[in-house]
T-cell receptor, first 112, second 113 residues
Framework: DAMVIQNPRYQVTQFGKPVTLSCSQT?????MYWYQQKSSQAPKLLFH???????NEADTPDNFQSRRPNTSFCFLDIRSPGLGDAAMYLC???????????FGPGTRLTVT | RKEVEQDPGPFNVPEGATVAFNCTYS??????FFWYRQDCRKEPKLLMS???SGNEDGRFTAQLNRASQYISLLIRDSKLSDSATYLC??????????????FGTGTRLKVLA
């Protein structure tokens, strides 16, 4: 029973070509998160939605944007991917932002 | 000082061994504590939440020491399938209605046949 789904699982894009990653959830959690994880590093929070309220981390580049059209879906837009943006992008959800987080399988982004 | 610190390992242990990991955190106001397991190139998966009184789930035991600000994970009778990176996660300060989840960099465990 998939709970947090991410598409695509693998994405190859060219330097500077916009890309959109998607996340959906069946848990009805009100908080959704986007993380970036590079090899041998901890996941790094990019931003999160608490219901419809968008919360950006101070060090998240402007190149990264997000949309949450409804409770179930959330998108990560990378407007002009650079080589340094190659990473695993993880979507997570939690109930009220205080309980355990559930992660999707991630999208592995390659930038050529 | 990092907000959440873990020994990166790797811990190489034989099958059947008992192994323990510690994780220290700096924010005394932290509310919630978790252990996640992450396999190579996969997403983190919740292993267990950590409760004040300590809790056990099969071969896994988690404990919280608020006075010393650390949590621990004990794995008994290690299996080959326990080989993974174990992430300590602590909730930090509250922002915009939600708590921030602070991740440690993980401890690598290799269980050897």
């Amino acid at each position: 029973d998939a709970m947090v789904i991410q598409n695509p699982r693998y994405q190859v894009t060219q330097f500077g070509k916009p890309v959109t990653l998607s996340c959906s959830q069946t848990l009805n959690h009100n908080v959704m998160y986007w993380y970036q994880q590079k090899s041998s590093q901890a996941p790094k929070l990019l931003f999160h939605y608490y219901d419809k309220d968008f919360n950006n981390e101070a060090d998240t580049p402007d190149n990264f944007q997000s949309r949450r059209p409804n409770t179930s879906f959330c998108f990560l837009d990378i407007r002009s991917p650079g080589l340094g943006d190659a990473a695993m992008y993880l979507c997570a959800t939690s109930r009220d932002g205080r309980y355990e987080q559930y992660f999707g399988p991630g999208t592995r982004l390659t930038v050529t | 000082r990092k907000e959440v610190e873990q020994d990166p390992g790797p811990f190489n242990v034989p099958e059947g061994a008992t192994v323990a990991f510690n994780c220290t955190y700096s924010n005394s106001a932290s509310q919630s504590f978790f252990w996640y397991r992450q396999d190579c190139r996969k997403e983190p998966k919740l292993l267990m939440s950590v409760y004040s009184s300590g809790n056990e789930d099969g071969r896994f035991t988690a404990q919280l020491n608020r006075a010393s600000q650390y949590i621990s994970l004990l794995i008994r009778d290690s299996k080959l399938s326990d080989s993974a990176t174990y992430l300590c996660v602590v909730t930090g300060g509250r922002t915009s209605g939600t708590y921030k989840y602070i991740f440690g960099t993980g401890t690598r465990l290799k269980v050897l046949a």
